[in-house]
């Protein structure tokens, strides 16, 4: 399969339109659970993200075997639809013009979270496989 091959389109394309839907329903119901005080939707995958990532990270580093089309399908697609770091940078602005200290506060949750989930769950993937 070559990098631009019909299957590796279809699965990246697959896998990002299922991921983004996935980031769209966490925002609503995490605005309806939460409010729309912070932006908990985008924390939400960032932190999800960075967990799942680190988890096949953490197995493919410890031998799991993983076809370069699932790896096209659940990280290039899913995740990459999923995550969105655009939307945290917007997100970030915004919360910048209402309150600087909460925007430091947003942005120290997402960078410690996301990479506590990500060194946590590589962990568990490299003992797990």
Not at 36 to 64: D, E, H, R
């Amino acid at each position: 399969m070559t990098a631009f091959s019909p299957l590796a389109l279809l699965l990246v394309g697959a896998g990002g339109a299922a991921g983004s839907i996935l980031r769209y329903a966490v925002g609503i119901w995490s605005t309806a659970w939460l409010g729309s005080f912070m932006p908990w939707g985008t924390l939400a995958v960032n932190v999800t993200g960075s967990a799942i990532i680190g988890l096949l990270g953490g197995a493919m580093a410890a031998g799991l075997p993983m076809p370069p089309e699932a790896r096209l399908l659940l990280i290039t697609g899913i995740l990459g639809g999923f995550t969105t770091f655009s939307a945290f940078s917007l997100d970030t602005g915004v919360l910048w013009q209402r309150s600087p200290g909460l925007a430091l506060g947003y942005l120290a949750a997402t960078l410690g979270l996301g990479l506590g989930a990500f060194a946590l769950c590589h962990a568990l993937g490299r003992r797990l496989f």
